[in-house]
Structure formats: structure tokens, C-alpha cells
């Protein structure tokens, strides 16, 4: 049974490029949600889809941009790459958008900005 | 952002020996509150929840304790393993969205 699933799981980057980060979550789970993880921080939240809308957004800058597909899985893209965005960057998902919400991560792609 | 205060930062138990994580939230629309498990190299794991109605919810070894009134809540480990060991986190959500996380606590169990 496939957990949450994430791809790439390490990458490098320059400052100033953008990064494609992909999630598929749990057959049947309809909302995805990213965190960033910075190196012995806890995770923080950037955006929540449910259903292909977005449904909350994070303190992150319009840098960052999210969508769900029709089939729920999930993308993150990050233009304009600085140094400080180098993290762990996890993706969520669960079967609803709302209530006692039991997130199920995957194991992050960590992206690596020189 | 941080909404969600976690102490110890480190903690260092023996085999045996009963671990306690203390967290502290500031939000009072905040209703569900888990503790996360995160071994190096993978993602975060639900350990156990608790909802605010409930001022103690105990799974196997893990007990979580809940202070609505002061705002505080904390994972209690008893008999803590090596296997135990690894970094663990609050959370804190209204609502299941946002959910906001506290800095972490690295448990290390001796053996």
C-alpha cells in the first residue's frame, strides 16, 4: 500500500532558478498540503489544497505557488531561489480538507540552494 | 508564525525511564492536537492526538495531557525504548487546516 510519494527526493539548485517539487498522496486522500523544514526547525506550513482549490496559504511569498490535479496529486514551485529556501520541503495528504485532520507525510524532497 | 511553544529542545533518558515533552499554545481556536514522531531521513509521523474536550488520552506507551486552561499540553513516554529516540513534535490546528508546529524536542533514550 504506497504512502505519500515525493519526487525529487534531493536536488540542487542556484540561487535564482525555480524548483518543481511533486507529491502523490494516499489512494483516495483528497487534500495535499506542503510544509518547509528547515534544518532543526519545525515544519512549517505553506499551502493546503482540497479538491483542486486552495484552501489555506501560509506566511510564504508570492515566490511559492501551488496546484492539485484531477487526480489529487500535487505540485509546488518555488521561483527566484535564495539561499534561505534551502530545506526539507514535505508534502501531506488526508482524506479531508477540514475536522480532526490525520496528516500522513511523505519524506520530503530536500532541496539544496548554493 | 510560531503559534505553538515546545520544550525541551534535547532530552536524554535511560532505558526504562519515562520521557515528557511539554507544549504550549497561544491560539484558543486551536482543537486538535497531535504529537509527531520523526526519525533522520523520513517525514513526520502521527504518534497520538488529542481534542480539547479531553484532558488525557493514552495509546500503549504514550499519554497525552491536556491543560485547556493554561493552555499547555505534553507527551508523557512511559517505559522510553532506543527506539524511541528521535525528534518529536506538537501540533497545533483549527480545524485540521494550518497546522502549526512547534520547534521540536530530540529525545535520545540510553541504553
Known amino acids: 500500500d504506497a504512502g505519500v510519494t515525493q519526487s525529487p527526493t534531493h536536488l540542487i539548485k542556484t540561487r535564482g532558478q525555480h524548483v518543481t517539487l511533486r507529491c502523490s498522496p494516499i489512494s483516495g486522500h483528497k487534500s495535499v498540503s506542503w510544509y518547509q523544514q528547515v534544518l532543526g526547525q519545525g515544519p512549517q506550513f505553506i499551502f493546503q489544497y482540497y479538491e483542486k482549490e486552495e484552501r489555506g496559504r501560509g506566511n510564504f511569498p508570492d515566490r511559492f505557488s501551488a496546484r492539485q490535479f484531477p487526480n489529487y496529486s500535487s505540485e509546488l514551485n518555488v521561483n527566484a531561489l535564495l539561499l534561505g529556501d534551502s530545506a526539507l520541503y514535505l508534502c501531506?495528504?488526508?482524506?479531508f480538507g477540514a475536522g480532526a485532520n490525520v496528516l500522513t507525510f511523505g519524506a520530503g524532497s530536500r532541496l539544496t540552494v548554493l | 508564525q510560531q503559534q505553538v511553544k515546545q520544550s525541551p529542545q534535547s532530552l536524554i533518558v535511560q532505558k526504562g525511564g519515562i520521557s515528557i515533552i511539554n507544549c504550549a499554545y497561544e491560539n484558543t481556536a486551536f482543537d486538535y492536537f497531535p504529537w509527531y514522531q520523526q526519525f533522520p531521513g523520513k517525514g513526520p509521523a502521527l504518534l497520538i492526538a488529542?481534542?480539547?474536550?479531553?484532558s488525557e488520552k493514552k495509546e500503549g506507551r504514550f499519554t497525552i495531557s491536556f491543560n485547556k486552561s493554561a493552555k499547555q499540553f505534553s507527551l508523557h513516554i512511559m517505559d522510553s525504548q532506543p527506539g524511541d529516540s528521535a525528534t518529536y513534535f506538537c501540533a497545533a490546528s483549527k480545524q485540521g487546516n494550518d497546522m502549526r508546529f512547534g520547534a521540536g524536542t530530540r529525545l535520545t533514550v540510553k541504553p
Open positions: 488529542i481534542r480539547p474536550d479531553v
Open positions: 501531506a495528504s488526508s482524506l
